[in-house]
């Protein structure tokens, strides 16, 4: 068996190497290697690491990383994710920022990049999927999601402030639940 702290590095590189689009088209790899392939966490805990990873300062794939090679193996498991996941976009930036320039005329290039950004689009509408798929269906989730994509996208609220009014929403909505579950005693 491999070592742990290995493992985290390889698996995360891996994800970091053949992922493009950035931490929501990492998503379903990171799901399916975390959760599917590794253990480390389960499926329904991946829209926990989401939901952590986007609240937390930081790109989504390295916070999720940081947050499953903590829970994984430690400050040093999440040390050896966040460097596996970092490492190869750090390595191929620096090397196309040296090639890129004296390419991008190149048609062939240009054709390039517009498939490589409706790959991206395609990872992107996965993970949305996923996560909805995994996300709890109720009148007030629906609500949430209504309030959150509207005032985003047509009001153009500050992403921090949905954040916290959809936590805030929940956590009343967990009060009411569990105070309203409790039976008083005469």
């Excluded at 053949?18 to 399916?32: D, E, R, S, V």
């Excluded at 947050?67 to 994984?72: A, L, P, Q, V």
């Excluded at 190869?88 to 054709?111: D, M």
């Excluded at 929403?169 to 039976?183: D, R």
């Amino acid at each position: 068996m491999r070592n742990i702290y290995i493992d985290l590095f390889l698996t995360f590189a891996r994800i970091g190497l053949f992922t493009f689009g950035g931490g929501y088209a990492m998503i379903p790899l990171i799901q399916k290697e975390a959760a599917e392939n590794k253990h480390w966490v389960s499926d329904e805990e991946i829209l926990d690491v989401v939901a952590i990873a986007e609240s937390t300062p930081g790109p989504i794939a390295v916070n999720a990383a940081t947050f499953i090679g903590s829970r994984t193996a430690g400050a040093a498991g999440a040390a050896c994710a966040t460097l596996g996941v970092v490492l190869p976009s750090f390595l191929i930036i620096a090397a196309l920022s040296y090639v890129l320039e004296a390419f991008e005329q190149f048609k062939v290039v240009q054709y390039a990049f517009r498939g490589i950004r409706a790959g991206v689009l395609a990872l992107i509408l996965k993970a949305l999927w996923s996560l909805f798929r995994n996300c709890r269906k109720d009148v007030l989730s629906y609500v949430l999601i209504a309030f959150a994509f509207f005032a985003r996208i047509i009001l153009k609220v500050d992403v921090i402030i949905i954040i916290l009014i959809c936590a805030a929403a929940g956590i009343v909505s967990s009060l009411i639940t569990t105070s309203a579950g409790k039976k008083v005693r005469p």
